[in-house]
């Protein structure tokens, strides 16, 4: 199995970014899907996810009304659009698959069941 992520770059507070996900040998289909992010010297956090159905998505507050996730599963693709870009937002962005049964009801508990890729770095200057 193997999970690429795609789409990050250097933009302006207030710029817009669409990242990516495809994965080899893993039917997305299968999973709920979600994004984390990571800053050196901190914990990697849950950003966003997605339930099995696509019916239901959550995100962290610091993120809300900004950023969109969706899926493609004829794709196999994750996506998610940002929008209004802050530096806070600057990290290296992640996704994996969690359990179907994740991402109902809540972005907390998420059970990853898929290595992490590379990551796509975002950088958001001020």
């Known amino acids: 199995v193997q999970v690429m992520e795609s789409g990050g770059g250097l933009v302006q507070a207030g710029g817009s970014l669409r990242l990516s996900c495809t994965a080899s040998g893993l039917p997305f289909d299968d999973y709920a899907l979600a994004w984390f992010r990571q800053v050196p010297g901190k914990e990697r956090e849950a950003v966003s996810c997605i339930s099995f159905t696509g019916r239901n998505t959550h995100y962290v507050d610091s993120v809300k009304g900004r950023f969109t996730i969706s899926r493609d599963n004829g794709k196999n693709t994750l996506y998610l659009q940002m929008i209004n870009l802050k530096p806070e937002d600057t990290a290296m962005y992640y996704c994996?698959?969690?359990?179907?049964?994740?991402?109902?009801?809540?972005?907390?508990?998420?059970?990853?069941?898929?290595?992490w890729g590379q990551g796509t770095q975002v950088t958001v200057s001020s």
């Open positions: 994996a698959a969690v359990t179907r049964s994740d991402c109902k009801t809540t972005i907390q508990g998420l059970h990853k069941m898929s290595p």
